[in-house]
């Protein structure tokens, strides 16, 4: 199962606005630190992926991915993708990695703007365009 929100449905509706629709593939990727995270890509299916027709956008997963880590929520924030799902993790920082909030305070970040507490710089200009889009 794939649940996806509003505002990730909204993202991806406006994305293809002016494109050819060809199926969203969700696939499992090493981060920084060496954590494993999601991503999506703009791909055609293979032989070997599930199919999900969402709110018009058609999903694909390899089937051994969705059957390790569903079930799957996608959101956006306005700028990015949040994929998650059983034994997967938001990407954290560590001050080395892209995701380097550590270094501006020493707090781990959580990769999840919308939800903190106390935002980096990158997380300040991501939240301030996405008030900009209300």
């Known amino acids: 199962m794939i649940k996806v929100t509003p505002e990730a449905t909204k993202a991806m509706t406006d994305y293809f606005k002016d494109k050819e629709k060809l199926p969203v593939r969700i696939f499992v990727k090493m981060g920084g630190c060496g954590m494993r995270s999601f991503g999506v890509a703009i791909e055609k299916a293979l032989p070997s992926d599930e199919f999900h027709e969402i709110d018009g956008v058609s999903y694909i997963i390899e089937r051994r991915i969705m059957k390790q880590y569903g079930p799957l929520s996608i959101d956006s924030d306005g700028f990015s993708f949040r994929i998650s799902g059983n034994g997967i993790h ?32 990158t997380g300040k200009r991501i939240l301030a365009r996405r008030k900009g889009h209300q």
């Open 90 to 121: 938001p990407p954290m920082g560590c001050g080395t990695c892209g995701y380097g909030c550590g270094s501006r305070g020493g707090s781990r970040c959580s990769g999840v703007c919308k939800t903190c507490e106390n935002p980096c710089p």
